[in-house]
């Protein structure tokens, strides 16, 4: 699994989903003041949807921090290729670079971004014990045949 790239490519939903928990989390805890029959479990609910908030919350902390801490034309690089999916051949001309020197530079982005994430404990295997069984990570994972999603 390459979880840079998924992060890279989700960072938007990963977003998203944070402020859309944030506002579940504040509607249940609302909720659970107007009514107090059932505050247990909408307590529970609140701390559910709160967990899975601060998750998402961490994970873009964390990414924001990698790239961050980048030297700037990698982050400027990868932001462009993957969170903001600018065709490789337009950014390629942008840099004034060949296809495959853009490949490269890609390729060794992506490595220093990976180092980063694993610096801050965001490794391979625990992007994937904690976001793998979200659909839209699922998604990210696998194509159409079942293939992993490369470049």
Known sequence: MNHELVILRGLGYFAHAARRLHRQCVAAALSSARDRSGA???T???AELAVKRDSFAYLL???KWALKNLER???KLLAEVYVRRKPKGEVAARYNVSLPTLYRRLAQARDSFSKKLQEAGC???WFSET???CPFVQKLLLRENGSRIEE
């Open 40 to 42: 247990y479990n909408q």
């Open 44 to 46: 529970l609910k609140v």
């Open 61 to 63: 902390d964390v990414t």
């Open 73 to 75: 034309e990698k982050a």
């Open 123 to 125: 490794t391979e295997q």
């Open 131 to 133: 976001y793998g069984c």
